[in-house]
């Protein structure tokens, strides 16, 4: 006792916790043969560097003590290093378990006691490991025009002790896999969505405590994705007409002994009360045809039917390296509605995407429809029109005798509003539960401030992006489409990073632009595409360059510009083919800046930026990452060609589009916010340019910009000085603006600024989504700029984190937290008059450098002691701020500034 008591003595008092691979705890079935390993450290002291670490990783968790039997070992490494490692001992084989864990030194060379065990494990590596064969119900279902979901099951015993067991399970179309009565895992919509033809996701999951010795296994299968509707133009069965399954469960016994049991022949198939399930119309139940006990041993079976073969490869199967899809929350209804037209209707609070689970009594043969829609109308009645084509409707028809509970299974909804029909009485708020269904990212990011009513905002964009975010980035999630839509990802996807931790969700999305990606380098318009072909339009296709950007510049992630490098290279290259020598890129088919400002007076004819302008200011924005992107890889001639590329775009961009005294042509606020935010203009014309970019605002009072511009608007006037303009637009609440749709009750943003009128009138049923990120992308400003968490480029991660407070537009206070590889950064600051109370956290393992505005370096005090002088930090007057460089820790920063008392 008295041994250990020493030898902690002579530990560090940090510890090690959070232990991630591949951004995950623990993930089971990865495919990833250098897996990355991160990990966060524990403290009370500040300041903290981690000087070096140590990680071991061993077969079993009793090898790890012994360095004999280690897999891999670092040994001591001298770095600050802890994110994003990668293990570098043998890859692991199929299904095999490592186990891994770390010890880092503190500054005293003190190191801390090992961390507790973390583990990966390795899924199906190769299409020899599946035993399995694809599985259906046979010819019948084909030809069906509705298509009911197949069932699948099988019995088998065990007479051994069980060990271990895990299955490996997918489906062309979704599945939803049952053991002994019970459902598989917690996922949704598995397998996901991917491109099809060429990367098919399989999951894996532990079921080792699910088994007895008697057992039954079964799937149920729908059309999805696969097999579905897909697609504004009424496609079906893009990917193929037949939906099948694949399963294989390996157990492995105590006395070392294993049993492989797999789909095949001897499996039994029938189809039962799901009638008809379809991503975009909805699910028909009948649960009068319910198998009861299907999914349990001593079930007879005798009417099904011995499951057919299926002849497709598997060589496309994949693990997922994405989120899984989950349920994610529960709301209930706040009340019931009588609509004129006499419609029962139920206000769900929230535009929600998911599914309702309903409760109902009734008799046999009943038959309850409930209906989906965002809004009501000008009358308040029930509004679907904006829905176009999808019929979003459940149906369930009642077994009777008793209380029933009906939740579809493979279809989901957008939607706020609820209607019943065929209840035999007024439903009652208890009967309907909202299920919230999206990928399961973890929250990482919150902003509030002084004015509710952008908090609100703040709501909508956390919501628009959980709707959206169901395994792939959507533009929408209730009519016809629900695609993944670049351009709207790609301007959204930095506020994304923010509100929730979006790193394997992307990494898993990007692989598919690999996939999908023309030969000639174009991007298709949404990833996975199922437009076939097409693409190629700028600000959207540049998604393929920006998206895995945003991922390294978050998470420090190299990887993903490693692995996306041939595809994002491709794409500059086409754009390279598109605009020839001349470096402009002129005449080609773009979206342009979609759903600009648009009026019919001849005084301002609407905002519109020409396209090609938008196109070659893409071009030199994305070709100039890519340059940096090729240094951070160590492509050094890449490097110099797209660096020397991107100038020669510039150039041509300046000589073609922007007047000899700075007068951008397109003349609107679009077209300066590329120009000043991609840095296109020449030294001597900036000032003249964002001169022209106020004029217009001020002049016009809103904004003007559509999907391109906008995000980068309010940024834009920050980075010339024009806070105040910026927080008048921000502040507005009259159309156009982000607060209108919050004064009109919205509760996600909506695709256009004026989706529903003060006059309570409808914008083109045609696309009129109030469910559409692409605005939220103010988020990232609100982020960065108001609250002032922002990223250092050079130390990408947050592992030098930017903190600097920007109050303005009257707000007394605003505040950000952000939860980093390293852990939590805060931002938090309030005026009191003209004191500015400003509060920080700087997470263990990265330093920051905070940014006082009006501060006098004399008048700042730190943790309530002077700054100028403290032994805690570097602190300097630069200009009328005070810049002060900080290491780990918490901190409380005040001072007074009369400039405060008159920041608007
Ligand atoms: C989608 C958009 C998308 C656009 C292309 C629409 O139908 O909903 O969000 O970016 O098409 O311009």
């Known amino acids: ?208 405590s699910m088994l007895s010795a008697k057992n039954a296994i079964g799937a149920i299968v729908g059309d999805g994705w696969y097999r579905g509707n897909i697609g504004f133009k009424g496609q079906r069965s893009y990917y193929g007409d037949k939906s099948a399954l694949l399963a294989q469960l390996e157990v492995n016994f105590t006395d070392g002994t294993k049993e492989t049991i797999t789909t095949d022949s001897n499996w039994e198939a029938t189809t039962g009360p799901i009638l008809e399930s379809d991503i975009y119309n909805g699910e028909r139940y009948d649960a009068r045809l319910e198998l009861n006990g299907w999914d349990q041993a001593g079930y007879a079976d005798s009417k099904w039917k011995s499951a057919a073969g299926y002849d497709f490869t598997k060589s496309t199967l994949i693990a997922p390296q994405g989120v899984p899809v989950q349920a994610i929350q529960e709301i209930k209804p706040v009340k019931l509605i009588k609509t004129p037209k006499g419609e029962l209707v139920l206000d769900m609070g929230q535009n929600m995407v998911g599914v309702v689970r309903l409760k109902v009594k009734g008799n046999s043969g009943d038959k309850v429809v409930v209906k989906f829609a965002e809004v009501l109308d000008k009358a308040g009645n029930f509004y679907t029109d904006n829905l176009r084509a999808a019929k979003c409707t459940d149906t369930y028809i009642l077994k009777g005798g008793g209380e029933e509970i009906f939740q579809p299974r493979f279809t989901f909804h957008g939607f706020r509003f609820v209607k019943l029909e065929g209840l035999a009485a007024e439903p009652t708020l208890d009967q309907v539960t909202g299920v919230v269904i999206h990928s399961a990212m973890t929250p990482t990011g919150s902003f509030a401030c002084s004015d509710s009513l952008i908090n609100q905002l703040q709501h909508n964009i956390q919501w628009g992006q959980k709707g959206n975010f169901l395994d792939v980035p959507t533009d929408c999630p209730q009519r016809d489409e629900r695609l993944g839509w670049t351009g709207d990802a790609q301007v959204f996807s930095m506020t994304a990073a923010f509100n929730f931790d979006v790193a394997a969700f992307y990494t898993k999305w990007m692989k598919d632009f690999t996939a999908d990606q023309l030969k000639s380098g174009r991007v298709p318009h949404v990833i996975p595409d199922v437009l076939s072909g097409g693409g190629g339009a700028t600000a959207w296709a540049d998604a393929s360059i920006i998206v895995p950007w945003t991922v390294y510049q978050v998470y420090g992630d190299k990887r993903i510009l490693a692995e996306q490098y041939n595809s994002m290279k491709a794409w500059v290259e086409y754009m390279h083919t598109r605009a020839g020598d001349k470096n402009l890129w002129i005449g080609d088919e773009h979206f342009g800046d979609w759903l600009a400002f648009a009026t019919t007076s001849s005084s301002y004819p609407g905002a519109t930026t020409e396209k090609d302008l938008i196109a070659t200011a893409y071009y030199a924005h994305s070709s100039k990452i890519l340059s940096q992107i090729a240094t951070i890889l160590g492509k050094t001639e890449d490097a110099t060609f797209y660096a020397n590329l991107s100038a020669a775009v510039k150039k041509a961009f300046i000589d073609e589009f922007v007047t000899k005294n700075g007068r951008v042509v397109s003349h609107t606020q679009t077209g300066y916010s590329l120009a000043l935010a991609f840095d296109l203009l020449p030294g001597n014309l900036k000032k003249s340019a964002a001169e022209y970019l106020a004029a217009d605002v001020k002049k016009m009072g809103h904004l003007t910009s559509g999907f391109v511009g906008t995000p980068l608007v309010c940024q834009t006037l920050s980075s010339i000085g024009r806070d105040d303009l910026a927080f008048m637009l921000l502040k507005r609440t009259k159309y156009p603006s982000w607060l209108y749709p919050v004064t009109q009750g919205a509760t996600t943003i909506w695709e256009r600024w004026d989706g529903q009128k003060p006059d309570g009138s409808f914008q083109d049923v045609g696309m009129n989504s109030f469910n559409h990120y692409a605005y939220g992308a103010i988020g990232e400003w609100l982020y960065k700029h108001v609250a002032g968490i922002d990223l250092d480029p050079q130390h990408p991660g947050y592992k030098h984190i930017l903190l600097e407070p920007h109050p303005g537009g009257d707000l007394t206070k605003a505040s950000a937290e952000f939860n980093s590889m390293y852990g939590m950064i805060k931002s938090s600051w309030k005026l009191d008059k003209s004191q500015m109370i400003y509060d920080v956290t700087i997470p263990v393992n990265t330093t920051a450098t905070v940014t006082l505005p009006h501060a006098e370096l004399a008048k700042v005090m730190l943790n309530q002691l002077p700054v100028s002088g403290s032994k805690i930090c570097k602190a300097e007057q630069v200009k009328d701020a005070t810049t002060i460089e900080l290491g780990s820790g918490n901190y409380q920063f005040t001072y007074d500034s009369d400039l405060f008392m008159t920041k608007k």
């Open 1 to 208: 006792m008295l041994l250990t008591l020493i030898s902690v003595a002579g530990y560090s008092k940090a510890t090690v916790s959070a232990l991630k691979c591949e951004y995950q705890i623990n993930p089971v079935g990865i495919c990833v043969a250098q897996p990355r390993l991160s990990w966060q450290i524990v403290t009370t002291e500040n300041n903290f560097i981690q000087q070096a670490y140590e990680i071991r990783a061993a077969e079993s968790q009793g090898n790890l003590s012994s360095a004999s039997k280690l897999l891999w070992g670092t040994g001591k490494v001298n770095s600050s290093e802890s994110v994003n490692i990668a293990y570098g001992g043998p890859s692991a084989k199929s299904m095999q378990r490592v186990w891994w864990q770390v010890k880092i030194w503190d500054a005293k060379n003190k190191a801390t006691v090992w961390s507790e065990p973390a583990y990966w494990e390795m899924g199906l590596l190769g299409e020899a490991d599946w035993k399995a064969s694809w599985i259906r119900l046979g010819e019948e279902l084909d030809n069906l025009a509705s298509r009911p979901s197949q069932y699948f099951r099988k019995e088998f015993s065990l007479n051994k002790k069980v060990k271990s067991a895990r299955v490996y399970v997918t489906a062309l179309g979704l599945y939803e896999l049952r053991i002994n009565g019970k459902k598989v895992g917690n996922d949704l919509f598995t397998p996901g969505w991917t491109s099809y033809k060429n990367r098919i996701q399989y999951q894996t999951y532990d079921v080792t």
